[in-house]
């Protein structure tokens, strides 16, 4: 199946969010932390993913964002891609801090 836009739209922005976690200061030991974290599903880790549609960029509105106010529909996809690319780009991160 096809990537809808919005989804699409969301993986695009979660990557580039997720680009931010792990930098050259990162050590291997927190890149582990992270990834454990990840796969037991632990809040602290978790809770490194922004919420892509909470308001956390003040000024700019859900219309402005995506040029149209969008459906709940196109929001979900939004929000899944989001949450996807996040953390593919994290996981893919911290795999190459340990190598």
């Given at each position: ?29 927190t890149a582990q932390r992270i990834i454990d974290g ?62």
């Amino acid at each position: 199946m096809a990537k809808r836009k919005y989804y699409k739209m969301g993986e695009e922005a979660g990557k580039a969010a997720g680009s931010w976690i792990i930098d050259g200061n990162t050590t291997a030991e927190t890149a582990q932390r992270i990834i454990d974290g990840y796969d037991a599903n632990d809040c602290t880790v978790m809770d490194l993913q922004p919420s892509p549609l909470s308001g956390e960029w003040a000024g700019e509105s859900i219309s402005e964002l995506f040029g149209k106010q969008p459906t709940d529909s196109q929001l979900d996809d939004y929000e899944n891609g989001y949450s996807e690319g996040f953390w593919a780009e994290v996981i893919r991160s911290a795999k190459a801090v340990q190598s």
